[in-house]
């Protein structure tokens, strides 16, 4: 693994709160990513992020799917360049927990590309909202958000908008931080070469 730019935490130095915070992440993904033992120099900048990915990923009112949630995950890191995330991504969308199956390379390299157009109505509108905020926010056309309100709810409409920000954010900290990948998902930064082709 390469050095990190930034050096990473050395989580025995934090104060007690933020290596609650810091442990309940490692409990949530199974390891401690990179990306927190660097947003860790600043505890209260980590838990702002986890409280964010908490409210879109695992709140009870959520109603949008997780499995649309985790192929948009792959879409916006692949369309914004993040080789971190977009390993991360892929890694966790061909791992589901739970047991349940994994996508394919066929159907990452589908995603990242483009090619995969969704499978109904539901992830049509949402992949083509999160191609469109991801390439460009104003190219969001009339006709994009108005395909998404014949198949979402209003809130599951602001629940998307905020899974693909959230995902521009996170992938512009990762990308020009410079995180090096994990030598676990290394190989599924490879994925990020469809999205160029």
């Given amino acids: 693994m390469a050095d990190p730019v930034i050096p990473f935490v050395d989580p025995d130095q934090l104060a007690p709160e933020a290596r609650a915070m810091l442990d ?3 409990d949530m993904v199974g390891f401690v990513p990179h990306s927190m033992l660097t947003y860790f120099h ?8 986890m409280g964010m990915m908490g409210a879109v990923f695992q709140d009870e009112g959520s109603t949008l799917p997780a499995a649309i949630k985790g192929k948009i995950g792959v879409i916006c890191s692949a369309i ?15 791992h589901p927990p739970g ?12 995603l990242v590309s483009g090619t995969d157009i969704g499978g109904d109505p539901v992830e049509a509108a949402c992949f083509s909202y999160a191609r469109a905020a991801s390439f460009d926010p104003a190219s969001v056309t009339p006709d994009v958000l108005e395909g998404l309100k014949q198949v979402l709810t209003s809130a599951q409409i602001v629940e998307l908008a905020a899974l693909v920000g959230l995902w521009k954010m ?11 990948i994990e030598d676990s998902m290394k190989d599924y930064a490879r994925f990020l070469d469809a999205a160029a082709g």
């Fill in 24 to 26: 309940r992440m490692a």
């Fill in 170 to 180: 996170i992938n512009t900290i990762h990308d020009t931080l410079n995180l090096p």
């Fill in 42 to 49: 600043r505890p209260a900048i980590a838990g702002a992020v």
């Fill in 99 to 110: 047991g349940a199956s994994g996508l394919s390379d066929e159907q990452l390299t589908a």
């Fill in 80 to 94: 914004n360049g993040c080789a971190y995330c977009t390993s991360h991504q892929c890694y966790s969308a061909a």
